[in-house]
């Protein structure tokens, strides 16, 4: 099987990351409802760090109903995806830093960290809606993120919901198509 094959073949059968971008729906819903809360922005920091524990085992569940193979043991690229994952943690120390020294940073931090480390997984799944929604998460969390008065922070996370909410429909309509052009390929063979 060559390269392109190898992506295809890991796009339809991860159906270009869903499960884990859904998840990330129910997370940052979360993280919003958590920024709007009357708590000190101390706690709202804590507990969005307390809510991305949630993203994993809800993606894995979404990914049993969804019937997507989330790990793809069987294609070489298969384990990249994790390691693209992986990746933005190296980021982390940026996100305890605002935590101590600029908690009303925090949120932005972590949203543009978010945001941008999805840029590879548009090579992985050989798609654009995350070469073009990458920077452009990255770009707004980061303007919303400087022009949010500290009472309003909430915006951050819920422009990043949306932004997280127009990738997942792109992604479903181009899973949509390669899911077609493959089925029409088979019929051909």
């Known amino acids: 099987m060559d390269l392109q094959s190898l992506k295809q073949d890991l ?4 159906k270009n990351g869903l ?13 919003t409802a958590a920024f709007l809360l009357p708590i000190e922005l101390r706690l709202q920091n804590i507990a969005l760090l307390a809510l991305t524990g949630l993203l994993f085992p809800v993606a894995i569940g979404l990914a049993g109903l ?3 193979d989330w790990k793809s043991e069987d294609n070489p690229l298969g384990s990249l995806g994790l390691v693209c994952n992986l990746a933005q943690f190296a980021y982390f120390p940026l996100v305890f830093w ?3 020294s600029r908690p009303e940073a ?10 941008a480390h999805f840029l590879p997984y548009g090579w992985l799944y050989d798609t654009k809606a995350y070469y073009i929604m990458a920077p452009v998460m990255a770009i707004v969390s980061t303007l919303v993120g400087w022009a949010a008065a500290p009472d309003s922070l909430w915006t951050v996370p819920l ?6 909410a127009a990738l997942n429909v792109w992604l479903l309509a181009d899973y949509k ?3 077609g052009i493959a089925g029409m390929e088979k019929r051909a063979a």
């Open 11 to 14: 796009a339809l059968r991860n």
């Open 159 to 164: 422009a990043f919901l949306i932004l997280l």
């Open 177 to 179: 198509k390669k899911s």
């Open 106 to 115: 925090m949120v932005f931090v972590f949203a543009v960290i978010a945001g």
């Open 66 to 68: 969804l019937k997507a």
């Open 98 to 100: 605002a935590l101590g």
């Open 19 to 31: 499960p884990f971008l859904l998840s990330g729906i129910v997370v940052w819903t979360l993280i």
